[in-house]
């Protein structure tokens, strides 16, 4: 099955701790994206990525980092600089032929 | 900057109605709008994509519908089912060239409850 996945679907991180949130797809796309979800709030875009060994900042990058060594996967990590890390992370990746973007299942991160 | 708002917040109705949904967004630079459908801590789902060329898309019971030049498009749901029951959110991709030209700017989403 063709799809994007994300684990763990459940983290729990205590303060001062850095946490790598896992993407991987399997869609043979370029483009992939990091966005966090708030309740009551719309998608917030954090890292994305438009080609393997590229990155770029979205609108609330401070307090975490990516990488992007292969095409299928782009981790995020959670740094213990991002002062307010509680949050639902969803990962996706886009096919420019379509405009279309796919979103993996999600990770729901909790600070102890 | 682009905002994106999408009215009501929630919206409760019973099965079988139709319904519509709203969402209007700031700058009219864009080029294409997507509805997702989101269900509860999952990811998203999509529904639909108009370009901007385009006045609007169906598939089965849904149809979108896009007004640049005022800013608006709307999710027409027939026949509403329990199974509907979801968060909506729309999203737009700027007009814009270069690295940023593929991100979306999404609305923070209608909670719609189906009674049966």
């Known amino acids: 099955d063709g799809g994007i996945t994300q684990s763990p679907k459940y983290l729990f991180r205590k303060e001062g701790q850095n946490v790598t949130l896992s993407c991987e797809q399997n869609?043979?796309?370029?483009?992939m994206y990091w966005y966090r979800q708030d309740p009551g709030q719309g998608l917030r875009l954090i890292y994305y990525?438009?080609?393997?060994?590229?990155?770029q900042k979205g609108d609330i990058a401070e307090g975490y980092s990516v990488s992007r060594e292969k095409k299928e996967s782009f981790p995020l990590t959670v740094t213990s600089a991002q002062k307010n890390p509680t949050a639902f992370y969803l990962c996706?990746?886009?096919?420019?032929?379509?405009?279309?973007?796919?979103f993996g299942p999600g990770t729901r991160l909790t600070v102890l | 900057k682009q905002e994106v708002t999408q009215i009501p917040a929630a919206l409760s109705v019973p099965e079988g109605e139709n319904l519509v949904l709203n969402c209007s967004f700031t700058d009219s630079a864009i080029y294409n709008l997507q509805w997702f459908r989101q269900d509860p801590g999952k990811g998203l789902t999509s529904l639909l994509l108009i370009q901007s060329s385009q006045r609007e898309q169906t598939s089965g019971r849904l149809n979108a519908s896009l007004d640049k030049s005022s800013g608006r498009s709307t999710l027409y749901i027939a026949a509403s089912q329990p199974g509907d029951s979801a968060t909506y959110l729309c999203?737009?991709?700027?007009?814009?060239?270069?690295?940023?030209?593929?991100?979306?700017?999404f609305g923070k989403g209608t909670k719609l409850s189906v009674i049966p």
């Open positions: 996706a990746s886009m096919d420019r032929g379509t405009d279309t973007q796919y």
């Open positions: 990525s438009q080609i393997v060994n590229d990155f």
């Open positions: 869609l043979n796309h370029d483009a």
């Open positions: 999203a737009v991709r700027g007009a814009y060239s270069g690295a940023g030209s593929y991100q979306l700017t």
